[in-house]
């Protein structure tokens, strides 16, 4: 997560901002009658103190905030009211920044964040709670997850690895695919799925977020693949996407899900290619190294088992790809594979068996005990997962019937497909918090009107670990 | 049909008895009736033809799909929730309609062409500036409350079309989508489900096939646009008149189960502003059209469609009557009246570029 650039310049921004707001309100009490100006109608300001910054991206940045209660009085001492909600507000930012901010019109990823998370409910997804239009941006308020798959895997790697334990990755995956199963049943592809993206509450829940990139597929009509030419994060892109398949389907996530499930086991990306980056010509190129890690383990695509593959645009490169494979070994791959991944090499034509010994050095490494392992019902999901004919790739739904979710422990539940919805469950693990920068010129004195920092929760909310 | 058309905002928001809509509609013109008395508009149906020819106008020369036209007309519909015509720039408003729309559509268009289009088309009431379409979009986002997915009855129609004991032909296909994108000038929109409008379209459509047969009216559908129905321009039924003298004469010659012909009169009647089984201009042999239809076991298989398929009856013959009413109130359209009248506000009010 990247940190800001400094801490000041956000605490001048929101500052501007509000200011803005004033003057835009005091204007418009002039122009009252008029349809053609905006004024909206709550001001983030107003509703939520911001206690800190939590991270920045291309659409703008992300905020920790909690909501002001408008029933206490704001001098009380603080601890006296009842725990506040916590939210993340997710900013987006204008085109240009600085002192003369203009309207440019809202970027289709907000649009299509904005019309999806309106449109969308369901508790393995994140919760919107309100978009508020301010001062020529959009402001979209989430609840607050205390985490995310990024982290929880990075914190499994510190200060030495140690396996996510079996239960909680089940438990991951299995709300993972029920939130996934709701979009797709919705229509809607997420596209962009990696472990930054899916949140964890502190109670376990597993939550779908940022669905900047995710549109809905059953709109007619015309191709999918029109308008924006490149989508997912390389690591987690499916290889009909990366030979050049024209029209999205929802395998797509589930390719990703395999890569996410592959990262729990492994604690590092499966297929962690080196995009290759777009030539002056703006044509998309082929990630001939993205595609030579996923054929390194898992074997090149067949004909025979992926009805469609000759008619990929990108097949011929496909075939360049056997040549140099078999020309140089090795060739492709400057760096030698690491023992994770040793299991895949040469395993170009065995039928995914490089998976299997993928799979089973993971677990080996990893030591499960004997009761608490994925097992070979977890390779089957994987390999399932993993499948090169997106057609036959298993789907959300198929996915949540997977005899790796069928539960084996003595109790009432035995023997049927029953998974924890809280993925912490009988777990001692603690997890550190979400980084939160905070600044002692804190942003909410002053820039905000009419608040006070009396609001703002205690040391507990900060990182245990200060930031490095 | 679309899973969640059930869950959808659509639905749950911006879906509205003709009564309540009715209700929000006086308190806003009770809250503005002195601009709405200043500035009286024509019916809203024709402003609503003529915004939509102002869609058509920018989408000329930007490439466009017919179903942005259609949001951007839902846009609109929802926007005079709250606003009334009277407290907008109508051109502004449309260009920015029109510019959500197709982002929320998937075929976005940079703001800068499309204020460059609307400028260029209407110069006197449109600025330039990108920053004012930028804010009108923000006006227009908040007044949705950012629920900007609209569902269309194209979708069903394509599903009735796969109906093996409908048996539509294409003709009837066609006509019904060009009934389909008039719909967006009435309330249709806002008062029904999608799959409603499509029966509506549909079950008009049989009705006018044999007249506009008769009458040469029949615009053949493009094998294209039912292939990829979102191609192809935004049509509208031609003919419209000669089709509205038949409408009535079927309606009296049909038995419905359950729904005695009568009441469709009834209702057909009861509403129009003008009769609409007057002789009209176009001479059309009514009997021979009676007998086309009697003979038609398609209409007498939609009926059948109709009351087993248990979609509210009531609801849907008030639809029927709307479309009618629109088709015999669209003959008082006036481009220049209409535009005179937008321009004497906006330069009056002040709200011109």
């Known amino acids: ?468 | 049909m679309a899973a969640n058309y059930w869950t959808s905002t659509q639905r749950k928001y911006w879906t509205f008895t003709p009564e309540k809509l009715t209700e929000v509609r006086d308190e806003l013109e009770g809250q503005n009736a002195k601009v709405i008395e200043q500035h009286p508009y024509p019916d809203p149906r024709l402003m609503f033809i003529f915004l939509r020819d102002r869609l058509l106008q920018l989408a000329k020369r930007l490439q466009f799909r017919q179903q942005c036209v259609a949001t951007a007309l839902v846009y609109l519909h929802r926007y005079f929730l709250s606003t009334p015509m009277q407290n907008v720039n109508l051109y502004l408003l449309t260009a920015t309609a029109f510019y959500l729309a197709s982002k929320t559509e998937e075929s976005p268009h940079h703001i800068r062409l499309v204020a460059a289009e609307a400028r260029q088309a209407w110069p006197e009431f449109v600025p330039g500036d990108v920053s004012r379409l930028g804010e009108m979009e923000f006006c227009l986002i908040s007044e949705m409350r950012s629920q900007l997915i609209v569902w269309h009855p194209y979708r069903s129609l394509i599903a009735l079309k796969e109906n093996q004991e409908l048996k539509l032909s294409n003709d009837e296909l066609g006509l019904a989508w060009s009934i389909i994108n008039d719909s967006y000038m009435t309330d249709l929109p806002l008062t029904s489900p999608p799959h409603l409008i499509a029966i509506i379209a549909m079950f008009l459509a049989v009705v006018f096939l044999p007249t506009a047969k008769a009458a040469g009216t029949l615009r053949p559908i493009s094998h294209d646009t039912l292939a990829n129905p979102d191609s192809g321009p935004f049509s509208s039924l031609v003919g419209r008149q000669a089709l509205l003298g038949s409408f009535s004469t079927v309606m009296g010659n049909l038995q419905m189960p359950n729904h005695p012909a009568s009441q469709i009169n009834q209702a057909t009647n009861g509403k129009t502003r003008a009769p609409i089984d007057e002789p009209n201009s176009q001479p059309v042999d009514k009997e021979k059209t009676v007998a086309a239809i009697k003979e038609s076991e398609k209409l007498q298989n939609i009926i059948k469609f109709l009351v087993e398929s248990g979609i509210e009856l009531e609801q849907m013959i008030e639809g029927t009557q709307e479309m009618i009413s629109l088709y015999d109130i669209w003959e008082q359209y006036s481009e220049k009246s209409v535009k005179d009248a937008i321009s004497r506000c906006l330069k009056s009010r002040g709200l011109d570029s």
């Not at chain 1, 023997?415 to 919805?421: D, H, L, T």
């Open chain 1, 1 to 468: 997560m990247s940190r800001p650039g400094t801490s000041l310049s956000i605490a001048q921004q929101l500052r501007k901002t509000t200011q803005l707001g004033l003057e835009e309100a005091a204007r418009s009490l002039d122009k009252k009658h008029v349809g053609n100006n905006y004024t909206s109608k709550v001001k983030i300001g107003q509703k939520y103190n911001i206690i800190g910054f939590i991270s920045s991206g291309t659409y703008g940045r992300v905020y920790k905030a909690v909501e002001k209660n408008p029933r206490s009085d704001p001098s009380s001492p603080v601890g006296s009211a009842a725990p506040k909600e916590l939210y993340a507000i997710k900013k987006f930012k204008p085109e240009k920044e600085g002192d003369n901010v203009q309207y440019t019109g809202l970027s289709q990823s907000a649009i299509r964040e904005m019309s999806l998370c309106t449109e969308l409910s369901h508790p393995n997804l994140v919760h919107l709670a309100e978009i508020v239009l301010e001062d020529k941006c959009v402001f979209m308020v989430f609840e607050y997850c205390e985490h995310d798959l990024l982290q929880i895997i990075h914190h499994h790697t510190q200060p030495t690895r140690r396996p996510i334990p079996a239960t909680m990755i089940k438990s991951i995956l299995f709300q993972l695919l029920n939130g996934l199963y709701y979009l797709h049943q919705n229509w809607v592809i997420h596209r962009d799925l990696k472990p930054a993206n899916i949140m964890v509450t502190s109670s376990g829940h597993v939550r779908i977020g940022d669905l900047g990139l995710a549109r809905l597929f059953h709109k007619p009509l015309s191709s999918l693949y029109s308008g924006d030419k490149v989508v997912v994060t390389i690591w987690y892109r499916s290889p009909d996407l990366l030979l050049g398949a024209r029209h999205y389907t929802p395998a797509i996530d589930m390719w990703a899900v395999g890569c996410i499930f592959a990262e729990l086991l492994s604690l590092r990306p499966i297929f962690k290619g080196e995009e290759t980056k777009m030539d002056s010509k703006k044509t998309v190129p082929f990630q001939r190294n993205q595609m030579g890690k996923i054929v390194e383990i898992l074997g090149l695509p067949r004909r025979e088992n992926w009805k469609g593959l000759a008619d990929m645009p990108e097949y011929p490169q496909l075939q360049s790809l056997v040549v140099s494979r078999s020309g140089m070994p090795g060739g492709l791959y400057p760096n030698p594979p690491t023992s994770m991944n040793r299991g895949g090499s040469g395993g170009g034509a065995n039928n995914g068996s490089g998976l299997e010994t993928w799979y089973n050095n993971c677990l080996r490494h990893a030591s499960y005990p004997p009761d608490k392992s994925p097992g070979q019902r977890g390779f089957q999901l994987l390999s399932e997962l993993f499948e090169y004919d997106p057609d036959k790739r298993l789907t959300a739904e198929r996915a949540l019937h997977h005899e790796y979710f069928r539960n084996t422990d003595e109790g009432p539940h035995k023997g049927e497909i029953w998974v924890s919805n809280n993925c912490f469950e009988g777990l001692d693990e603690v997890y550190p918090h979400r980084r939160v920068s905070t600044e002692t010129n804190d942003i909410g004195t002053g820039s905000l009107p009419g608040t006070k920092r009396g609001g703002l929760p205690d040391d507990s909310l900060l990182p245990a670990a200060k930031r490095r």
